[in-house]
């Protein structure tokens, strides 16, 4: 009977070290798996963050492309005259036609008003 009884510590004893070990091991691979899953959420806002600036970048080289120069917008105003008063276009048709000068030498669709004002002032 004593054999049984050492032997069922002894099994006791080696269950309880191997729980123990699965139980070290469950928290060596939890802890990595969550240090992996840290290392992925800082290069994904890495990533976020270097497009965001792409995007400012991108926004800011457009906005240069389209500026007028006070010196570019003196030659449009002069080929504006010009042009009105070979096409002797009336008044109410300048807005347009000044609109439609500044698209094509900016490539924009979107003309800044004051501009076009001093444009077509007289």
Do not use: N, Y
């Amino acid at each position: 009977m004593f054999e049984r009884h050492t032997d069922m510590a002894r099994a006791a004893i080696e269950t309880s070290f191997l729980l123990r070990q699965r139980s070290i091991a469950g928290r060596a691979a939890f802890r990595g798996e969550i240090d992996q899953s840290r290392r992925a959420i800082a290069a994904s806002r890495e990533l976020l963050k270097r497009f965001r600036q792409r995007k400012i970048d991108e926004a800011l080289r457009e906005d240069e492309q389209h500026r007028v120069s006070s010196f570019d917008a003196d030659i449009l105003r002069k080929v504006f005259q010009d042009l009105v008063l070979e096409m002797q276009a009336p008044e109410c048709q300048w807005r347009d036609l000044a609109q439609t000068l500044v698209c094509e030498f900016t490539g924009s669709e979107w003309v800044e008003a004051a501009l076009v004002d001093w444009i077509i002032r007289k």
